[in-house]
């Protein structure tokens, strides 16, 4: 057997997890930096590879009996000119189909009434159906029930889609935030959206 070791060219550290790649023969370092190589019976061309280095190559005879130190290089590879590219929030919100007027925590407490649809009611295009003292059904557009659906975080809350006598089952007092959106951006929520939506994000 023959032994050797790889290294750093200029630190001399030990590098481990190379490859030494022989015709019939190969071999990886240990975390020492050191391999073991079955003597060839006749003279072989190794090829010694390691990511960040580059390769190099050695010969190796049956006559060698000297421990072998090889020395790899770093290798800097130049890179072409890498572009990155990105949208902003705002101007996705402008590039779609999509009709939406965000309200913030801000807007909800000073305009708070009953029900959370009683204080959207002052946004354009909504308005509300009192159903009793603190319920309210949502309308867009002057459409209703199953023609507007309400999404709070991620889950669709469907109670007030039916009966006249079923409202709005949100506390107002747990929203952060929330988007009213019309359009036909608002099919992506389902075709119980045809109206709009009405997206919660709880506090």
Known sequence: MIQGSVVDSISLKPLSGV???GTDSYAVTNALGEFQLKSPKNSQVFEVSHL???SAKFILDSNQSAPLVIKLKLSSTALDEVSVQGKTNMRLEKESATVSVSVDEEFLNANRENSLMQTLRKI???STMTIGSGQSKPTIRGLGFNRVSVVQNGVKHEAQ???SDHGLEIDQYGIQDLRIIKGP???MY???AIAGVVDIQPS
């Open 185 to 187: 951006a608002s099919l």
């Open 161 to 163: 889609q039916w009966g």
């Open 52 to 54: 960040g280095y580059a």
């Open 124 to 126: 354009p295009g909504v």
């Open 190 to 192: 389902g075709s119980d």
């Open 19 to 21: 490859t030494i790649l």
